[in-house]
């Protein structure tokens, strides 16, 4: 059975920085796609970054140059390293990992119940 549990999350000020991390249970990181999202009150769930299994990234261009999604797989951890935080990073962070290649769609298979993260002005 495939589990992801996400930690991490936290209050920071804005400038700061978070990690994010994604334990996967039940599968191999390295063998699914895996993905970051959030969602914050009032609205949709959107990509952030996500990773293929051949290694290749993809971003949402909101955190372009600031996030950082990579995975141990020794470890069998997704991170999303969060540097330079804003008000508006403010959200639930949830990571998901699906067989093929979802990119930033909302539509993997397995999902995490998320970590909050809020970041003070």
């Known amino acids: 059975q495939v589990q992801l549990v996400e930690s991490g999350g936290g209050s920071v000020q804005a400038g700061g920085s978070l990690r994010l991390s994604c334990a996967a249970f039940?599968?191999?990181?390295?063998?699914?796609?895996m993905g970051w999202f959030r969602q914050a009150p009032g609205k949709e769930r959107e990509g952030v970054a996500a990773i293929g299994r051949d290694g290749s990234t993809r971003y949402a261009d909101s955190v372009k140059g600031r996030f950082t999604i990579s995975q141990d797989n020794a470890k069998n951890i997704l991170y999303l390293q969060m540097n330079s935080l804003k008000a508006e990073d403010t959200a639930m962070y949830y990571c998901a990992a699906d067989p093929s290649w979802r990119w930033l769609l909302p539509t993997y298979k397995y999902w995490g119940q998320g970590t909050q993260v809020t970041v003070s002005s």
């Open positions: 039940g599968y191999t990181v390295s063998w699914y796609s």
